[in-house]
């Protein structure tokens, strides 16, 4: 059974660089053609998606998170990761990591099917 | 980019009534709409894909319909375990995404 986790340090100082590493486990992240997704969601608010990586290392930003964010993949690791820099008390959050299947998938093409459980970060001095 | 506004914000209804939860496209989407459910402390989970398609696991009593623009999320007669927060996804412009704001679905 494929599950993902989400680590990395829960505050941040503003002006800084958040970041963030989601290990699967229970399944190849180069597996099945697979895109890989970093969701956030503030305090009391709705998700918005960061972006998303393909298992090759293509990626794909928020056109509003773009100039701060980049993804990254280590196949070797079973691991993809966050890197949101700048930071400030806006991007305090819930932040997600889930699998994406490709839009050619038969199932659950294009909505993310698999969820971590989720990791706070503050940003705060 | 493509906005989806959700509604109500808010749905106060009683276990056993039927839910009908609404989410609108600013342009179409076409069929590639998604659906989440949200409990609190939890991860959303996958409901519907592709506007219609139940996900693995997902009971019978939630169904999606629509394409273009408009798109309904029903859940058939409410369990006390179906209130949560409801979120609808589109994946028009591939690999790009976008979330709805949310409808809380809550117990009267």
């Known amino acids: 059974q494929l599950q993902l986790q989400e680590s990395g340090p829960g505050l941040v100082k503003p002006s800084e660089t958040l970041s963030l590493t989601c290990t699967v486990s229970g399944g190849s992240i180069s597996s099945s053609s697979y895109y890989w997704g970093w969701i956030r969601q503030p305090p009391g608010k709705g998700l918005e998606w960061i972006g998303s990586i393909y298992y090759s290392g293509s990626t794909y930003y928020n056109p509003s998170l773009k100039s701060r964010v980049t993804i990254s993949v280590d196949t070797s690791k079973n691991q993809f990761s966050l890197k949101l820099s700048s930071v400030t008390a806006a991007d305090t959050a819930v932040y997600y990591c889930a699998r994406l299947p490709p839009i050619t998938m038969v199932q659950g093409a294009g909505a993310f099917d698999i969820w971590g459980q989720g990791t706070m970060v503050t940003v705060s001095s | 980019e493509i906005v989806l506004t959700q509604s109500p914000a808010t749905l106060s209804l009683s276990p056993g009534e039927r839910a009908t939860l609404s989410c609108r496209a600013s342009?179409?989407?076409?069929?590639?709409l998604a659906w989440y459910q949200q409990k609190p402390g939890q991860a959303p989970r996958l409901l519907i894909y592709d506007a219609s398609n139940r996900a693995t696991g997902i009971p019978a009593r939630f169904s999606g319909s629509g394409s273009g623009t408009d798109f309904t999320l029903t859940i058939s007669s409410l369990e006390p375990e179906d209130f949560a927060v409801y979120y609808c996804?589109?994946?028009?412009?591939?690999?790009?995404?976008?979330f709805g704001q949310g409808t809380r679905l809550e117990i009267k």
């Open positions: 342009q179409s989407v076409s069929s590639y």
């Open positions: 996804q589109q994946r028009s412009n591939w690999p790009l995404i976008t």
